[in-house]
């Protein structure tokens, strides 16, 4: 049986920083005239609504902070006391009284009159928590009233759904200094934080629901990126004319493998071919005909030690591959060199990347180029560490497309970055089970085919993540997936619809299952 198909998301979907939030969410109220209380209003039913559904019975315990967050928490605790739910609420550097409850009877307790026990006595029987105590606007670990709650809610079983952003997490980075909570799910408000969508803000937010609560369009300059969503890729599958052919359709030169390697130049034409590419090309050591020829006879073979062939190849293709298994020798270089001669639209990925930051050739600028680095990869060609990048991938991106000139990065990981001219866009789709070796080579073939059949090079690589990543889950093989298995099920990720939901929600924007 085929899997569910997630994420489900509207597109475009764009994520914002906390910081991002914080100035539009002013703005919106100061110059737009969005009334403040109409906002919170909107934001404490809709993740009211949210709770009810993923939790339809017992006691909820609902937490709240100072500011908008713990103004939204006490919207949601008098929503559901009013739709009949027990609910206590603990506030934490919140002044009573608390008018947004509206007289409603809520069981309610200061968290300076409880010390660790009673809290964690007032947390002992609920279905669920809310928590509503730091949201966005968070530095630093949680302190006071709101840091005890958070080592409370560690020894509790409920789950936690989160107002905005899980406490302790930033939400401009998904960095966490201290103690932070960790949600079954989280209710963003307009748009989903950055933070939570990197690691390891990631992991603490659970499954992603985005509503809507009356924000205005963003400002063109605070669009800083979008979701990588089915739904995104739903409008941008390349289309084919009904009257075609195969080289019109898009042909791809894939120039991978060296001897001994023919597997990485099978996997990424296998899924180039499969990606929708009209005819592949697959220039490799002349060593690997024999097994080239008997694994994929669509492929057409092209001796890599064969000049004249190889300029033709790549003559004749509209777009190239390179990198996956051709080694990084005098040989390889060479051949590079060959690649890098031709003004074709490319993705550059694996050897080729150590022979840039090797200076065997300089980096190809331009932006027709993608580069497809691993963090290692990406710390060779910026001189830094694995850690170094690692530490802030989002400025890793920026330092690459800015010392490189090339026109797309793709930074692989935990989300997969792919940075451009247009801003910075970030996977949702992919899981841990594609870390396995041979997963690069299809990723390198399916953006070699969506260029090669026309699109823009940003929009080539986030099809090719979208592309592999829900044929990844297509598979259904959990952590035994292998890279051969991503080929065979991406016929079918191209017929599916954008995806689904199981909240009947009319203000839902995106929902995203927990990061694995």
Known sequence: MTPPIRPWAVDPLPWVTGTTAAAFDAWAIQERNVPQAALMERAGVA???????????????????????????????????????????????????????HDWPVSHRDAADLDDRGLELVLVGASVVVDGLLGTGISGAPRGAAGRIVEALRSCEAPVVALDVPSGVDADQGRVAGAAVRAAATVAFGWPKLGTLLHPGRAHTGRLLVVEIGFPPLRPEDRAGLLLTPAWAQGRWPRRDP????NK????????????????GILA??????????????????GNREVVQSALPEAVFVDASDPGAVREALESSRAVAV????????????LLRQV?????????????LTLLSEGSEAVPAGARTVLTPHPGEAARLLGDSVEGVEKDRVDATERLMDGTGVGVVVLKGAPTLVRSAAGMNVDTVATSDLAVAGMGDTLTGAIGAFLAQGCPPADAAGLGLVATGRAGARAARGVGLQSGD?????????????GHTDLSLPDLLLDLDPAR
């Open 47 to 101: 993740a009211a609504r949210v709770v009810h559904h993923l939790h339809p019975q017992g006691a909820v315990c609902v937490l709240a902070g100072k500011g908008n967050n713990g103004g939204d928490a006490l919207v949601a605790a008098r929503s559901l006391a009013a739709w009949g739910r027990e609910v206590r609420l603990v506030t934490a550097d919140r002044p009573a009284p608390h008018p947004l409850l």
């Open 243 to 246: 009257v075609t052919h195969k």
């Open 269 to 286: 034409s296998r899924a180039a071919l499969r990606s929708g590419a009209g005819y592949v090309r697959l220039v490799t050591d002349p």
């Open 249 to 264: 359709v898009g042909a791809l030169a894939v120039v991978a493998g060296r001897t001994g390697m023919a597997g990485a």
């Open 323 to 334: 990198g996956p298994g051709m080694g990084t020798d005098e040989s390889a270089a060479h």
């Open 340 to 352: 890098l001669a031709v003004d074709r639209p490319r993705v550059v990925d694996a050897d080729a």
């Open 486 to 498: 991503i080929p065979e099920a991406l016929p079918g990720v191209f017929v599916e619809g954008p």
